[in-house]
């Protein structure tokens, strides 16, 4: 088997259980290793919606049979997100690679500050 395709596999396995266990993962973890990979930013957005896609239709599928979902709040949320996501689409073509990196970097550390600070 080709060593890129096991990497890619194991690293989804990975995201898959952080993703299913915390509810993040698809674009916090994906889109760090596809950068890392070689990936444009554009690219590697757009390839990690798709696994996103994959494991969040396996994560209902389990957290549905745990009576762990709040189906109205969540299709409400979807709605917003099909808006934004098509947003969002759109824009992170005009941002290239190198800033990109830069803006998710941001992002993510205010965000680990947010949960480091909050009692």
Not at 40 to 50: D, E, I
Request: proline share 2%.
């Amino acid at each position: 088997m080709d060593t890129n395709i096991l990497i890619m596999l194991s690293a989804g396995v990975g995201v898959g259980i952080f993703a299913s266990f915390a509810g993040v993962g698809g674009g916090l973890l994906m889109v760090p290793l596809l950068l890392y990979a070689g990936f444009s930013a554009q690219k590697a957005v757009g390839t990690s919606f798709l696994a996103i896609l994959i494991i969040s239709a396996s994560a209902i599928f389990a957290h549905n049979r745990l009576e762990n979902i709040d189906w109205k709040t969540g299709l409400l949320l979807g709605v917003g997100g099909l808006i934004g996501a098509q947003l969002g689409a759109y824009l992170v073509e005009y941002v290239p690679t190198l800033y990109f990196r830069k803006i998710f970097a941001f992002f993510i550390s205010c965000i680990a500050i947010y949960l480091f600070l909050k009692k």
